[in-house]
């Protein structure tokens, strides 16, 4: 029974200090691993903690090849950490088929906030699939770059378009 006692210390203390100390190379590691989940644990845990040396990995996972999840972790894990550096990744991913890809980078760019985003934001915010995060994106980057494409989006027939580049120009305006 002291055995077991001592086994369960020994695993809660494992388990806690996993919780407690972030090992950053480890997981910078578990971006190769083959298993999926790993992977995606990784890049979730090195999002969380804002680790700017992993967006040149994470930069990688965009690739087509990677499963759509992966994808998908690695861009919200970019707009977290907030690097300048992944800016022209994330925007040549706005120009793929997959609208929820395309999405998530828009949120990511607009999480980032360089200038340097503009340009392929207002390319896209003419298309339905991720019209609103791009509007918003645009707001929140806050480069007056942003402008011609928000004031074209107010002669919109979607009243909610309207809306929308109205609050981001509102936005730029105030410089918030």
């Not at 809660?12 to 407690?20: A, K, N």
């Not at 690097?83 to 706005?94: F, G, I, N, R």
């Not at 207002?122 to 007056?144: E, H, M, R």
Request: glycine share 8%; aromatic share 6%; with cysteine.
């Amino acid at each position: 029974m002291k055995m077991a006692l001592n086994s369960l210390l020994v695993i809660f203390l494992i388990v806690v200090s996993g919780c407690i100390f972030f090992n950053k190379e480890k997981y910078l590691k578990d971006l190769g691993n083959d298993n999926v989940m790993v992977k995606y644990g990784a890049i979730c845990k090195l999002g969380e903690k804002k680790e700017k040396s992993a967006v040149s990995s994470l930069v990688k996972l965009l690739a087509d090849s990677q499963p759509k999840m992966i994808r998908l972790a690695a861009i919200e894990a970019l707009g977290k950490i907030g690097e300048e550096d992944a800016v022209s990744h994330l925007v040549s991913v706005l120009d793929g088929n997959d609208s929820e890809i395309r999405t998530a980078a828009c949120d990511a760019l607009g999480q980032i906030g360089s200038a340097k985003a503009v340009n392929g934001l207002a390319k896209v915010s003419g298309d339905k699939d991720v019209q609103p995060t791009a509007i918003w994106a645009l707001g929140n980057i806050g480069d007056p770059g942003a402008v011609p494409a928000l004031a074209k989006l107010l002669d919109d027939q979607d009243k909610y378009v309207r809306f929308n580049a109205y609050q981001a120009l509102k936005k730029l305006s105030s410089g918030q």
